[in-house]
């Protein structure tokens, strides 16, 4: 038996329309799925998939209590791209700002956290190539 990494995550968010949003218009995704009647949105960007539900309850994640994700981090394509994305999600309504781009530990990775407007967790991350890589 061997798994071929992951299909999809499912994110659960308390706006499902703010955070498809999120996620076209700050990441650059694009919706290419969903049910309304369920309500779920599926979201690409072309490498990952993620499908967004709609939470049914008002009921918040605790990460120290709650089994379950407590962040999904991104690949970003460069430094300037992760503060381009960081740009873009400062402006919009409802994201929170965990902390700005900085060094993960002392780098040479660069990463910044934030939760988008439906209230999950996720992280930037860029990591440069090594040097000595074929």
Sequence with gaps: MSTLGIDHLGLTTGDLPATRDFFRDVLGWREVGGDPGYPMIVMTD???RLT?????????????E??????LCLAMASEEALGAAHALAEGVAGV????APEFNKSGPAVHCMLREPGGCRIELR???PAEDAP
Excluded: C, K, S, V
Excluded at 66 to 71: E, F, K, R, S, Y
Excluded at 96 to 99: A, G, N, S, V
């Design 96 to 99: 929170m700002i965990e902390f």
């Design 46 to 48: 072309g490498h990952a």
């Design 66 to 71: 709650n089994a379950g994700l407590h962040h």
């Design 126 to 128: 860029y990591t440069p």
């Design 52 to 64: 967004l539900w709609a939470r049914r309850g008002q009921g918040a994640f605790d990460r120290h």
